[in-house]
Each structure stands twice: as C-alpha cells, then as structure tokens.
C-alpha cells in the first residue's frame, strides 16, 4: 500500500470523526464492539482511508475521536490490524472523550473541553467514512493561495484573525450513483480571476465562494413551510452571478482556522459542522449585520473569552512555503492596513500586514469534477455504498500489474493475496475481484467482481456476483450469491440463494435458504444463549425447591 510520506509537513493538525454507523444497522447493531469506522472497505478498514488521505496530505499530527464505548475495540484494531499497525509513524491518536455519545453532533465535538485543549493550529475535520483519492496537498494549496492570509500564517496567532475555511462537495450522479444517496442544496459564486496562469493539475480552477449550505432533507422541510424558497436581496447585491446545485454532497472534508473554535464555543446552538457552522460562516459574508449578531466580529478581533493557553500559533511559521501562500488578491487588498511591526524590516510591505478593518473570512466551496476520470471521492456512509465502493476499488490494477508511480494509493500488492488457497477448476475474475490472505476457494466455484476478506471459505460449486465477504465468512457448498453483503463469521449453509440480502456478522442462515432484498439478522435481545438457559432453569429449580419447602 503506497504512501506519500515524504511531503513536508504543514503544520496543521487533523481530526477524523468516527461515528457511530446508524446508517448500517445490519452490521453495527453493537457500535461499541463493532463500530463503523472499522468495517472493510475493500479489505481495508473504513478508518485506514482518512487517515491515508492525511498522510499523503504531508499531515502527522492525526487525532481519531470516538465515544468512550467504543475506545477499546478501536484501540484494539490500531494495534493489531496489519493495515493500521502498517501505517507509518508517528501513528494516530485516539480521543475518547467523557462528553461524547452517539448522538453528539460534530460542532458540539469541537466544544468538548478536552478536543479544544489539542487543537492548538489550523485544523482540518475529516469523517471516518471517506474515500479520498485526491491529493489533500492540492487541495490544502488551494486553501492556502485563496482562503488564507499570509500575514496569519506568519504571525504568532496575535488579532485579528484572517484565515478562512475551505469544504469540498462532490457529484452524487455518477456512473456509480446510489439510489437514496444524501445531497445538499448550495449556491456558489464565482471567485475573481487572478491573471496568473494555473499548473495544469491545480484545483483553483473548481473553487469558488460559498454563499449558502443546508442539506436537501432541510430544503425539503423550508419548501414545506414556506411553500417557496426565499432568496434574499443581500444575496444578489453580493453576487449577481450565483450557480444553484442540488445533486451534490457534502464531503465533510473541512479545512478551519483556530478562530472558529470561539465562534462555536458563542453560538451554543450551533450543532453541526456543515449546516450550521459553515452555512451560516457563509451567510455572514453577505448578510447584512450578520457577522455582528453572530459575535464573530469580536472573535475575529480577538476579544473572546479565551484563555491565554488557547491563544496559541497557527502553525508553525518556519513551516510556511512562500510558493504556496502568495495570493493576488490579497496584494490587490483594499483594505486600510495597520502600519508594519518593524518600520525598518517592513516598510511599505503591505502583503504582511493585517488589515485595519476587521471582516468576514472567506469560506470556499471545492466542487470536486465529475468526470469518469476524475480521483475517487465519495463518502461511504450506508451499506449499498459500502459494496458499489469496494467493487469500484476491486478494478484498480494491483501493485504487480503497474508501477508504483502509477499506481492508485488504494491499490493492493497483490488481487488474490494467497493462490495457494485456489484450488484449480475455478473461476475467478482478477481484473474486477480481490481475494485478502488465508481464503481457502474450492473447485467449481465462480467468482467474478467480488471482494473477499481474510479467512474467508469458499465450498465447492458456489456462485459470488458482485459480493462483499467480510472477514472469516463461510459460504456452503452450491450457494448462489448475487449483490450480497456478508458480515464477519457469518456462514450460508449450502444450497442458499440470496439476492440483494445483508447478513449480519457471526449468523448461521439456514442451509437451502431462499432470499431477495432483505436484512437477515438474529433476533437481538430475544435468542438466550445456553449459558442464560441454563441459569435460568436453575433459578427455576430453586425457586421450585422453595415452594415445595414451604407446602411441606
């Protein structure tokens, strides 16, 4: 598994999300023991893909935040997965905050005590269920050269604060569209040409203004109260030229300044990142008074309640790549700008003064291509994703069909980890399939476009099409498996046929099982294990003796 270890670093930290899965009910129905950001994604777990994305984003600093209960089995899976203890150093770290559950909303994350006590730089905010082949290095140059300030990046943290945020939107409606995927309603503007010619792989050419961000299910709630949607004149003096999208979706890929921890911290209302935090950073660059009302413009001139600790650098100066941050439209600013620090070093130097006149960071929208051949970006966040995602990644060419420079960072060393487990008389589609270590296939199978864990066993004569195995699953003699999700340990006795089915982890489906479109799991809670059986006959026995006693 290639990674690009050797960027330099940025000085920035990151926080990947791990949530708890409600969206996978088959297969996180106990989120403590198996939560979401430990489900295979093409034989990789969910959490390893963010993580790479930092990596190759020449981001260490890498935090990994989890509610308490489920602390334990992702420690567990970060020292003993061969994918994450392969991963290079320093590793991840993991919060488990007392604060946090399950239904913690993201900004309310970010006001927990113990998460503002590490953010101590620019941030960025990932999901655990993300899928990013682009290059995070692009797409924190972008930021740099449009969204921040170099007086910021050069400063020791002091007011105010200019640096703004940057969020990443993808095309839902692709080639591998899922039916019922989440979208949001945006507008965009467009942002000023800089005259200066753009590297032929740069992103600046997909950024532009954010103007308002809600997803489609609040659109839908707003076009039911209001029996229209309002568009306010602020908006259209500030931008004439607007671009609406409404098939698109949040990335939950966040790059934030240090400020906006205070601008969480005033607004206790706010709850989530996307709709809240952003969507109405992105209103206060055009509505009138907003960026007052919401105390931002005290938290941009520095007069939150903050302690002096929390006052801490941006990012380390020495770090800075004066290549990356020069930004026309800050040496066209037309704002007053305060005199330079030091008259003798800075003198007339514009570029590294703060403006006079405190005003609304820009938020930027990167609205990823859709085109096929675009780097894959997708979030993976319910189970008919979790499959189109790992059959999409099974067609990458493996590391010994194509060299290392040309190879996707999701590619595996090798399509089918252990031949010696095949035996012959079987089919198997390499170019669009991937078999991990230790699966034992016996004669007569076919298995074409279908992603098999480690320990898996595939019987004699069974048929997979378009599967996702996870980890130990055994498949009977003569099963027939078409679009099918089978969890860890689970097991379809022979002679099965299921369609479009979920099994959950550690199930026995009956042999000769006839199923379509259904979630096949045990009845939790109701199914006593022989252990309880037998303590509960005893109980009765007891409870038997004493009533005889007391006839007696």
Known sequence: MPHAISMPATGLQALILCGPGSSFPTFTSNP????????????RPMVWYPI????????????????????????TALNTNPFLTGLPHPRPDLVAPQGLDQNTGTAEILRLPEIRELIGSDFVVLPCDLVCELGGDKLLQAWMVRAASLPELLSDG??????????????????????????????????PESGVPTPKDSLLPHLSYLTYSMPKDSLNDLLDQKKSFPVRHGLLR???????????????????PKWILDFIQENERLETIGEDVVGWWAKANWETGLFGKLGMKKII???????????SAHGDPALADDSLLGSPERARAHYETSPPADPHKRQGDGLLSKPKVPSVPPVLAYIHPSRSDAPVLRRVDTAQLLLAMSLQLAKLPSLEET????????????????PEGVKPRTT?????????????????????????????QIKEGARLFQCLLMDGVVVGKGCKLTRCILG????????????????????LVDPRTEDKDNKLMSSSGLEASEQEMQEALEEEFDEDDGDSAMLG
């Open 32 to 43: 403590d023991e198996n939560p979401k950001a430990l489900l295979p994604i093409a034989n």
């Open 52 to 75: 790479d994305f930092c990596y190759r984003t020449g981001i260490t600093n890498i935090t990994l935040i989890c509610p308490p209960s489920a602390s334990d089995a992702i420690t």
């Open 158 to 191: 002091e007011p105010p604060y200019c640096n703004g945020g940057l969020g990443v939107w993808y095309e839902t409606k692709t080639a591998n569209h899922a039916k019922g995927e989440e979208t949001d309603f945006i507008f965009t503007a467009p942002m």
């Open 238 to 256: 500030s931008h004439p030229k607007l671009r609406m999208l409404t098939t698109h979706r949040d990335a939950h890929i966040y790059i934030l």
């Open 301 to 311: 001139e520095g007069q939150s309640e903050t302690s002096d600790a929390e006052k």
């Open 403 to 418: 060299s290392l420079e040309m190879a996707s960072p999701f590619a595996h060393a090798k399509k089918v980890a252990y």
């Open 428 to 456: 198997i589609t390499r170019q669009d399939s991937l078999i991990a270590d230790n699966v034992m296939v016996e004669e007569k199978t076919s298995i074409k476009e279908t992603v098999i864990g480690a320990n898996c």
């Open 488 to 507: 860890k340990r689970s097991e379809v006795g022979e002679g099965s046929t299921l369609t479009d089915c979920e099994v959950q982890e550690n199930l």
